[in-house]
């Protein structure tokens, strides 16, 4: 199975800060990266797809980049309602495998 | 708007089972694979099952294989999971999702406990 590695259990920030947090793959995926926003007792929310696209709807602070395996979710700004927990999931092959999540708090 | 609307979930014991259904609507249910994904209490996200669009493939993780079952009714625009001989390391907010994991239902909480 490929692994997704979240180096960060958790991160602190204040309000317009830039934020990034980052996604290992254990091998090759290509582009079938998507990051996921989760607040508490809802459903994860789809935000980056492709590695690189943006979700509908979802804001243009949200950008996602890639280097090789690395993954990359940046917020340009962040907001009060940009906290939760961040997860990135795989799809280039099964079984799809998330990471285990960047909880996401205002400082 | 796509929606997607699990029910069945609840209480039940050790080695028993349980049937989960999730309704979908706003979208042409019979084009799209289907997925569940759980996530026990505090813990992160994990797939457990995929189905292709018209039912004839699905994938499983380790951990079910044998015991779970995806199923569909395209008639319906309805996805099922059947679970059997249920753990209580299955205990978790079970979730429909689009294949691509591009829309999710609410969840539906499955406690397996004596």
């Known amino acids: 199975d490929i692994q997704m590695t979240q180096s960060l259990a958790s991160l602190s920030a204040s309000l317009e800060e830039i934020v990034t947090i980052t996604c290992q793959a254990s091998?090759?995926?290509?582009?079938?990266l998507a990051w996921y926003q989760q607040k508490p007792g809802k459903s994860p929310q789809l935000l980056i797809h492709?590695?690189?696209s943006l979700a509908d709807g979802i804001p243009s602070r949200f950008s996602g980049s890639r280097s090789g395996t690395q993954y990359s979710l940046k917020i340009s700004r962040l907001q009060v309602e940009d906290t939760g927990i961040y997860y990135c999931?795989?799809?280039?092959?099964?079984?799809?495998?998330f990471g285990a999540g960047t909880k996401l708090e205002l400082k | 708007e796509v929606q997607l609307v699990e029910s069945g979930g609840g209480l039940v014991q050790p080695g028993r089972s349980m049937k989960l259904s999730c309704a979908a609507s706003?979208?042409?249910?019979?084009?799209?694979?289907m997925a569940w994904v759980r996530q026990a209490p505090t813990k992160g996200l994990e797939w457990v099952a995929t189905?292709?669009?018209?039912?004839?493939?699905?994938y499983y993780r380790d951990s079910v294989k044998g015991r779970f079952t995806i199923s569909r009714d395209n008639a319906k625009s309805t996805l099922y999971l059947q679970m059997n001989s249920l753990r209580s390391e299955d205990t978790a907010t079970y979730y429909c999702?689009?294949?691509?994991?591009?829309?999710w239902g609410q969840g539906v909480m499955v406690t397996v406990s004596s």
């Open positions: 999702t689009r294949r691509h994991f591009d829309y």
């Open positions: 706003g979208f042409t249910f019979s084009n799209y694979g």
């Open positions: 189905i292709s669009y018209d039912g004839s493939s699905t």
């Open positions: 091998q090759d995926i290509g582009n079938w």
């Open positions: 492709s590695a690189t």
């Open positions: 999931l795989q799809r280039y092959s099964n079984p799809p495998t």
